[in-house]
């Protein structure tokens, strides 16, 4: 489960002082949230400042995806006594297929730092006991073309369509890819007009998280009951924040939380001390975005909060059952994040997605 920056930045310096306790010719057993949270923190650090809101969430997103990509294909080196030896170009090709779950926006704000990120990784990779990464000279139309590739993909992924068949048989994916090229003289560019206009009213398909499909209204709440609800929620969300790391709850986490007591309470009629998982999981899919207004901050990992939360009011015994709970909502942290950061890039104006890219 991802953590907030803050959060992320402290593990990031016990993570350096129990390296410097540790035998150089020994590493210790491989943990990946601290592996990961530890590049994350590093990024946040070094990058944070260096790009637009929008801009730096995205690359967030993608780093979390190419980070799980390099230990997934180097599991046996990482887990072992051997520094793994990453082949940056496979990882990164690897984590964009895999982000079919994205809005096409996506791809195109990714260009921009593609380059910054092959270096921060070579870059850390040459301090880091775990792993070396190795990447050719970076060939920016290069990246540009595998993205309109992916995005190509997708929207023939998002109709249903059995792309791995496609590939064989024609060239139809090839074909589109190449109506999101406009060439100029240096590089080549997205036509973002056309681009715009092919995924036009196609819905971006996102994994469903598991329900019973059982999920009905109880008795229905009064408006004094849920204004209650509303207020504890209030006064829970402002003890969570203050008893959690300095910066780590922002405005855009409290909104999100407050949403879910609202609304399931509307809903669903139901307060949070009759809170389970298919409820949880249930109102993230179908009503979430409307009580919660995503924005550009602190994006990435939000979905991870609702966890921290949970836990929290698992331990001012006002919720029964974690264990199971938190089992069964394992999936929500990653649904949160990608369905806020879609309906962003859904929302960005064709003026500033061109100036960012």
Known sequence: MKQGKTAQIKKMKQVQRKQKLTSRNKLPEFNYNEFAGFLRARYYLTHNDKYAQETFEVASFFLDDVIAMMVNQNFTKFTSNERAVVNLNEV?????????DK???????????SYDMQQFIVKEGNVNARYV???????????????????????????????AQMMKTSQAIDELQFKFLSENENNDDFNLVIIAETFKGLAVKIKPLKTRNNVSKLNELSSTAIADEILYANKSLNQF???????VVSENVMGMLHAFHEGMAKEYNVTHDSWDADILNTFAMSHLMSYWVPVWDNLDGIGGEVKSYLNFLSQKKAIQGLGKIVTDTSDIDRYIDVTALNKLLAQMSSERLEKLA
């Open 92 to 100: 990164m090709q690897a984590a964009l297929v895999n982000s079919d």
């Open 133 to 163: 990464a190795q990447a050719p000279k970076f060939d920016i139309n290069f990246w540009r073309m595998i993205m309109r590739t992916v995005m190509a993909i997708n929207f023939f992924k998002w109709q249903g369509k059995d792309v």
């Open 103 to 113: 809005d096409w926006r996506y791809f195109v704000l990714l260009v921009p730092v």
């Open 241 to 247: 924040k203050e008893a959690s790391i300095k910066g």
